[in-house]
């Protein structure tokens, strides 16, 4: 409820202190939490909300010292072990973040997923699709 109110307000002060529309053209980037993409859907229906390469990539890690929180580790389901999400997947992600344009990311997107689930990953691929490519 607070995100809510506090982008409402920045909203409603933007238009009335200088008569403009706030617009996150480049993305407004997030750690993904429901409140506040829940809430900046709501304000800014039309604007695009990505997620924070850092909470992306901690997805991925995972090692005794809980460095990262290993969040994808449960949706392994091919006959990869859970070094494959250091190993492969943490290593296409990391190239993804390295497309110096939004076409080559995409075209690196489809080949990206395709890997995945050739390799049986299919349930990995489709979140992953959902919460950081789409």
């Not at 480049?26 to 939490?33: A, C, E, F, Q, Y």
């Not at 091919?78 to 995409?106: I, K, Q």
Request: glycine share 6%; net charge negative.
């Amino acid at each position: 409820m607070v995100s809510l109110i506090a982008l409402h307000h920045l909203k409603e002060a933007s238009q009335q202190i200088f008569g403009l529309t706030p617009r996150f053209k480049g993305g407004l980037v997030s750690d993904h939490t429901e409140v506040f993409t829940n809430a900046f859907h709501t304000i800014f229906p039309d604007d695009i909300l990505l997620q924070c390469f850092p909470h992306i990539i901690q997805k991925f890690c995972i090692n005794g010292s809980r460095e990262g929180n290993g969040a994808y580790y449960r949706y392994l389901l091919g006959d990869n072990s859970p070094s494959w999400l250091n190993e492969v997947a943490e290593n296409d992600v990391y190239h993804l973040r390295e497309c110096p344009t939004y076409a080559m990311f995409c075209a690196m997107a489809v080949m990206v997923l395709a890997t995945w689930r050739a390799a049986g990953e299919g349930d990995l691929c489709d979140m992953f699709r959902d919460s950081y490519i789409s």
